[in-house]
């Protein structure tokens, strides 16, 4: 069994939907203390980008291997993603994921994140690719611990 390490997500903008948010906080719920979000509200905007500097300043650590959504990222596979992982916790570093709010984030933090990840080529609003996320966190869990949740050769 591999380690699955402690996993830090900054993202903006509250979700609307019950519906969405119940779906979040069941996979939060299913992660357990694991998985740490750190929400700004209101979101952070493009013309907020002192907001922005003070709420992402906190993924920026020393420990911090920072893994920026972007529509512009490179794509992987669910165990290329666990094991992605895998190597971090395997380095005693944290994960942390950056994900912008309507207009992505700022080039800054791209630039400043070790990874690009996108989730296929479609745009996804941010506050379903926080659930997104969440998910294949959940499932690289899963594939780390040998839970049966993800199955060999399923698409997933």
């Excluded at 997500?9 to 992660?31: N, S």
Aim: aromatic residues 8%; proline residues 5%; positive net charge.
């Amino acid at each position: 069994m591999q380690a699955f390490p402690p996993t830090h997500i900054y993202a903006t903008g509250k979700h609307k939907d019950k519906h969405l948010a119940a779906v979040e906080a069941d996979y939060l719920g299913r992660l357990g203390s694991a998985v740490t979000l750190n929400v700004s509200n209101p979101p952070v905007t493009v013309r907020g980008q002192q907001q922005a500097e003070a709420f992402y300043a906190g993924a920026f650590r020393r420990d911090a291997v920072v893994l920026a959504l972007d529509e512009g990222g490179t794509t992987m596979g669910s165990q290329a993603f666990s094991q992605l992982l895998s190597q971090i916790a395997g380095s005693s570093r944290t994960p942390v994921f950056l994900i912008g709010g309507d207009a992505g984030l700022f080039p800054e933090h791209l630039k400043q994140a070790q990874y690009r990840l996108a989730f296929g080529a479609m745009t996804w609003p941010h506050l379903l690719a926080r659930v997104l996320l969440l998910e294949q966190l959940y499932r690289a869990q899963c594939i780390l611990r040998g839970h049966p949740y993800h199955r060999e050769g399923a698409r997933a």
